[in-house]
């Protein structure tokens, strides 16, 4: 299951987490298994890279493309699954067809008695592109953007809210910091699974939460629905709200961005995302905040968050006309141009930015 799974995500831009849910949903493997699997199909997909470093020490042809798969798919159990050699090697080479066999047995081989290649650079040795490694190089400085990588090789935490719905804790700390009051209304532009518009909803505000698409609305919709949330879902892009200027004490732009800070929870996120695409959700972002920033009433607030580490995508964006940072933080965030900053390796969460500013104007 994990080879067929890794040749669709490999070859075919297939998104692991959901080619892998439908898989897993169709089997009928124990789930002890189920937990085999998922961390051979996440493990060999961020580790693809450096996988590739290890391979090829040993190959002087290029192997054909599902060969590759399966030669990954064998290093990663040899160099980082604790996966026994024998068994590894035997497993792997089972699923080869005849022609390759030979090879594929001969290359692990090679890889079992010296697992770890010299690497020819970070950006292998971490399994990454090396844009992601020298961009984040500049945003954090040398020593937390290696931490940072190395913390989003690992699967994230698991972390259960008090009513059930599983949250990561910083999305947990964003939807805290908007402040929500019972009886306030607040808007949640871009709004989809609904994470934190149901965290909101629990202070007793009336939570108006919107996203761009149907199908994510409607997770918000049945999210709402299962947590006994209230909070009232439309479609609706955020760059043209379908709501008056001064219509709600908060609001909250948890805008589309790179996800440079949650990589670690999308195995293959980071060969997906490109340089150029953050200059594009940059410019969404800006007409974003520009588009919501009047619906705050005087004196209420806007708060703008995204799970990402770039300047581009947070700092940079102007303080909206009219209102005042509020730039109280709090550890574990660390304080970050007029808002806050979280790594990822300080508290074992996604890395996030959250602005916060209070209108000022009349
Ligand atoms: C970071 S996710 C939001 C996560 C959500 N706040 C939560 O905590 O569960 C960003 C969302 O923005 C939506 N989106 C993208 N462009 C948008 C736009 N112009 N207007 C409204 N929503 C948009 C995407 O569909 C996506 O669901």
């Not at 009928?28 to 060999?44: A, I, P, Q």
């Not at 947590?227 to 709600?248: H, I, K």
């Amino acid at each position: 299951m994990a080879y067929r799974a890794l040749c669709r995500i490999d070859h075919e831009g297939a998104y692991a987490n959901l080619l892998l849910a439908s898989m897993l949903e169709s089997s009928h493997l124990s789930d002890r298994d189920r937990r085999f699997v998922t961390e051979l199909v996440y493990g060999t997909t961020r580790m693809r890279r450096a996988c590739d470093a290890s391979i090829d020490r040993f190959v002087v042809q290029q192997p054909d493309a599902t060969t590759r798969t399966l030669l990954r798919l064998g290093a990663y159990q040899l160099m980082y699954a604790g996966v026994p050699p024998h068994a590894a090697v035997g497993e792997t080479v089972r699923l080869a067809p005849q022609r390759v066999r030979g090879f594929v047995n001969a290359v692990l081989r090679r890889i079992a008695a010296v697992p770890l290649p010299p690497w020819p650079g970070v950006a292998a040795e971490l399994s990454y592109p090396d844009w992601i490694v020298g961009r984040l190089v500049v945003e954090l400085g040398e020593r937390d953007a290696m931490e940072s990588l190395r913390r989003m090789n690992e699967p994230a935490t698991v972390t259960v809210r008090d009513d059930g719905y599983v949250q990561d804790r910083s999305s947990q700390w964003v939807a805290e910091l908007v402040g929500a009051l019972s009886g306030e209304r607040v808007l949640d532009v871009c709004a989809a699974p609904g994470g934190k518009a149901t965290a909101m909803a629990q202070s007793g505000a009336f939570v108006v939460a919107a996203d761009l698409q149907a199908h994510r609305a409607r997770l918000v919709a049945s999210n709402a629905e299962r947590l006994g949330a209230n909070v009232a879902v439309l479609v609706a892009d955020g760059t043209r709200p379908p709501f008056p200027d001064s219509s709600f004490d908060r609001v909250l732009i948890d805008a589309p961005c790179s996800g440079l800070g949650s990589l670690r929870r999308r195995a293959d996120a980071r060969w997906h995302i490109q340089p150029d695409d953050i200059t594009t959700l940059a410019r969404t972002q800006r007409a974003l905040l520009d588009a919501c920033a009047p619906l705050v009433r005087p004196g209420g607030t806007l708060v703008y968050s995204v799970c990402t580490l770039t300047a581009e995508e947070s700092i940079d964006h102007p303080v909206p006309a009219g209102f005042r940072p509020v730039s109280d933080v709090l550890a574990p965030w660390m304080p970050y141009g007029d808002g806050a900053r979280l790594l990822p390796h300080v508290a074992d969460t996604d890395g996030m930015v959250i602005r916060r500013w209070r209108r000022t104007d009349a």
